[in-house]
């Protein structure tokens, strides 16, 4: 006896036709206008737009988000000849998602490397949440390119980029407490202080921005302090990263970075 297979067509699609157009239309400006490769790479720039969707879904973004997350760089690098503009955007898939690619698209190329990155990171003290997690998603995907190919290259990784390694990584941290201190609870706040401590660890931070040492009758746990690397803010006791194992002193660690910002020395005991 045949099996009668009956279609529900009322069922909520996960893999809907608006996610499907914004995957040929990311396809189309990164690859098949311009076959866009990620930087100093032969891997094709399309796997960048799509693993920042694929995060955003894993945190159960709305469809919106992911689309913006697919999208999110084609205003910002489609040809001239192919240009994509937000009114298209708007057009295809609505004000919402057109508004968040436009708040993480850069806005005037013809600012230097150092300007675009200071005006990128003004804007986000104007993001909404899901601004926020779209941009969370793309340094995530970013950063963690960077981290596994500096495994496998070392410092070479650095020489395909238009600024120094140090600009580079201190650019990511800063941006990382930004967004964290505008939404400390994101889905991704973890992971982009994951990404945020293995980005401190490649650079040379410590020499250039050595702990403060103190004598530990100097200490409070409520006196402010502050990371120079990636701009947290706070105290010993809200860092809740303060290390008492040795013997010589206490110190205390950005909850962010991870770099260490104080080294209260305990007193010598005489024999």
Same mark, same amino acid.
């Given at each position: 006896?045949?099996?009668?297979?009956?279609?529900?067509?009322?069922?909520?699609?996960?893999?809907? =036709?608006?996610?499907?157009?914004?995957?040929?239309?990311?396809?189309?400006?990164?690859?098949?206008?311009?076959?866009?490769?990620?930087?100093?790479?032969?891997?094709?720039?399309?796997?960048?737009?799509?693993?920042?969707?694929?995060?955003?879904?894993?945190?159960?973004?709305?469809?919106?988000?992911?689309?913006?997350?697919?999208?999110?760089?084609?205003?910002?690098?489609?040809?001239?000849?192919?240009?994509?503009?937000? %009114? @298209?955007?708007?057009?295809?898939?609505?004000?919402?998602? =057109?508004?968040?690619?436009?708040?993480?698209?850069?806005?005037?190329?013809?600012? !230097?490397? %150092?300007?675009?990155? !200071?005006?990128?990171? %003004?804007?986000?003290?104007?993001?909404?949440r899901e601004s926020l997690l779209?941009?969370?998603?793309?340094?995530?995907?970013?950063?963690?390119?960077?981290?596994?190919?500096?495994?496998?290259?070392?410092?070479?990784?650095? %020489?395909?980029?238009?600024?120094?390694?140090?600009?580079?990584?201190?650019?990511?941290?800063?941006?990382?407490?930004?967004?964290?201190?505008?939404?400390?609870?994101?889905?991704?706040?973890?992971?982009?202080?994951?990404?945020?401590?293995?980005?401190?660890?490649?650079?040379?931070? @410590? !020499?250039?921005?050595?702990?403060?040492?103190?004598?530990?009758?100097?200490?409070?746990?409520? @006196?402010?302090?502050?990371?120079?690397?990636?701009?947290?803010?706070?105290?010993?006791?809200? !860092?809740?990263?303060?290390?008492?194992?040795?013997?010589?002193?206490?110190?205390?660690?950005?909850?962010?970075?991870?770099?260490?910002?104080?080294?209260?020395?305990?007193?010598?005991?005489?024999?």
């Amino acid at each position: 006896m045949a099996l009668k297979v009956i279609l529900n067509y009322n069922h909520i699609m996960i893999y809907t =036709s608006r996610i499907q157009k914004a995957i040929r239309l990311s396809t189309k400006t990164h690859e098949i206008d311009q076959k866009q490769k990620r930087k100093g790479k032969d891997i094709p720039y399309i796997t960048h737009p799509l693993t920042v969707g694929l995060i955003l879904a894993r945190t159960g973004a709305t469809e919106d988000l992911v689309i913006a997350g697919i999208l999110h760089d084609t205003i910002e690098d489609s040809t001239p000849e192919n240009k994509v503009t937000k %009114e @298209m955007i708007t057009d295809i898939f609505g004000q919402n998602v =057109s508004d968040l690619v436009l708040s993480v698209t850069e806005q005037n190329k013809s600012l !230097s490397w %150092e300007e675009r990155k !200071s005006e990128a990171l %003004e804007h986000i003290k104007t993001f909404s949440r899901e601004s926020l997690l779209l941009k969370s998603a793309d340094i995530i995907a970013n950063t963690s390119e960077i981290i596994d190919d500096h495994e496998k290259e070392g410092e070479q990784t650095f %020489e395909r980029f238009n600024a120094t390694k140090e600009k580079i990584l201190q650019n990511y941290l800063l941006t990382i407490t930004a967004i964290i201190k505008n939404w400390s609870e994101s889905p991704l706040a973890d992971d982009l202080r994951y990404v945020a401590r293995k980005l401190q660890s490649i650079g040379s931070f @410590m !020499s250039q921005y050595p702990a403060k040492m103190i004598e530990y009758s100097d200490y409070n746990e409520d @006196m402010p302090i502050n990371c120079s690397v990636c701009n947290w803010e706070g105290t010993p006791k809200s !860092s809740n990263w303060i290390d008492t194992d040795s013997h010589d002193g206490l110190s205390v660690s950005c909850p962010n970075c991870e770099k260490m910002l104080l080294v209260a020395s305990y007193p010598l005991i005489k024999s």
